[in-house]
């Protein structure tokens, strides 16, 4: 029997390697809208869209971190209301929601990784847009919302950092990366799965509603993933040249401990992401990331 699923920010970076891992399953239908066709701050257009589907993966959102510093009500309408738009169609219609968030939402004064459970308490404007998501998601499908907070987030679609080093690769000869923030680099294509998988298992009835963290296991700093993406692509790794934050200030403030545990995939049956690195050596493998390296090789 299929299931249909909808896919909203489906052209983003995300969104087309959702698409693309849900069009491998033959029992999806997906419906697959990018911005241009479905605004998510319109709740007319959100109900209408939300009809007549069985899942949906919110991966529409607005990710310009120091752009919400100065558009804070901006950010908001879309993280915040247009989550909330989203989560009462699917409250009305029946639907599952799978939400996209981030580990922007804590403080990142940790020392060690943050729980499913843990206070939140965003240090900037995105943070806070995204968070008020979270709530609406929590408020309205306590029974089926999925709240996915991912980090880091590199793919073959779109800008993003590991894209950037290779691409910075062919013109300088040294990179400073800042060394003093630490996270879990993440691969688009591998949430992909881990969301489909996810949902499956919410219609399956296994899944608890809730908080799941879906990042990569591990850890390391901006500084070790431009080194091992130097390594991993034939690259001189001492090329790279570690900085403190304080080199190049941004006008939103980012957390330096954004390290997220994934003790509640466990409730659902499933396994936690790959370690950063194995995800790392998958992805570099792929067409986009291949040429990139060849492209800065001597």
Not at 73 to 98: F, K, P
Not at 263 to 276: E, F, H, I, K, S
Request: net charge positive.
């Amino acid at each position: 029997m299929s299931t249909s699923w909808l896919v909203t920010g489906a052209a983003g970076l995300l969104g087309r390697d959702v698409v693309a891992e849900l069009a491998a399953d033959p029992d999806a239908v997906v419906t697959a809208p990018g911005r241009d066709r479905l605004d998510i701050t319109d709740p007319a257009a959100v109900r209408a869209a939300v009809t007549g589907h069985r899942v949906v993966v919110n991966c529409a959102a607005w990710t310009d971190v120091d752009g919400a510093e100065r558009s804070e009500a901006q950010a908001i309408a879309v993280n915040g209301t247009g989550v909330r738009h989203l989560a009462r169609a699917c409250a009305d219609s029946g639907a599952l929601l799978l939400h996209l968030s981030t580990d922007y939402v804590f403080p990142g004064d940790a020392r060690r990784p943050y729980p499913e459970d843990a206070p939140t308490g965003p240090v900037n404007a995105y943070g806070r847009s995204k968070r008020a998501g979270e709530q609406a998601v929590a408020e309205l499908l306590p029974e089926t919302g999925y709240i996915v907070r991912t980090a880091w987030l590199y793919g073959t679609h779109g800008r993003n950092f590991v894209a950037t080093m290779l691409e910075l690769a062919t013109r300088r000869a040294t990179l400073d990366v800042v060394a003093d923030q630490h996270g879990q680099p993440t691969w688009a294509r591998a949430l992909a799965r881990q969301l489909a998988a996810l949902g499956r298992a919410a219609l399956a009835g296994r899944a608890p509603a809730g908080i799941y963290h879906g990042t990569a296991a591990g850890r390391t700093t901006w500084y070790g993933l431009a080194r091992e993406t130097f390594r991993l692509s034939g690259l001189d790794p001492e090329r790279i040249r570690p900085v403190g934050s304080q080199k190049f200030p941004r006008p939103a403030a980012r957390p330096a401990f954004g390290v997220l545990g994934h003790d509640n995939w466990a409730r659902a049956g499933l396994a936690p992401l790959p370690r950063w690195d194995d995800q790392l050596t998958a992805a570099l493998a792929t067409p986009r990331f291949a040429a990139l390296a060849a492209a800065a090789r001597p």
